[in-house]
Nanobody, 126 residues
Framework: QVQLVESGGGLVQAGGSLRLSCAASGRTFSLYVMGWFRQAPGKEREFVAAATRSGGTTYYADSVKGRFTVSRDNAKNAVYLQMNSLKPEDTAVYYC???????????????????WGQGTQVTVSS
């Protein structure tokens, strides 16, 4: 099992940047594919980004491609989401998540992820 704790959320103006961090417990962090999801009020949770176990391959939702960057540091048991050029529509609770299942491609559905953090609020003002 792995426990995930997000941090780094906050209030930022449109066009600004934030860096989210997700700290994982346990000694087998490198076995987990890591993803980021977000959920805005009244909306379903949606995929944002994911990184393979090594971090060598990443995948992004179209809505954040070119603005967000996911990275991980397996030595520190951490995954990050650098968010640039933020827009008001990026306002949501952001969650990191993990799974161990071997898949041909990075999973973008929340149902593939076994472990979730508690979330961190990101608010982008216009």
């Amino acid at each position: 099992q792995v426990q995930l704790v997000e941090s780094g959320g906050g209030l930022v103006q449109a066009g600004g940047s934030l860096r989210l961090s997700c700290a994982a417990s346990g000694r087998t962090f490198s076995l987990y594919v890591m993803g980021w999801f977000r959920q805005a009020p009244g909306k379903e949770r949606e995929f944002v980004a994911a990184a393979t176990r090594s971090g060598g391959t990443t995948y992004y939702a179209d809505s954040v491609k070119g603005r967000f960057t996911v990275s991980r540091d397996n030595a520190k048991n951490a995954v990050y989401l650098q968010m640039n050029s933020l827009k008001p529509e990026d306002t949501a609770v952001y969650y990191c998540a993990a799974y161990t299942m071997v898949t041909a491609t990075l999973a973008t559905t929340q149902y593939a992820y076994d472990y979730w953090g508690q979330g961190t609020q990101v608010t982008v003002s216009s």
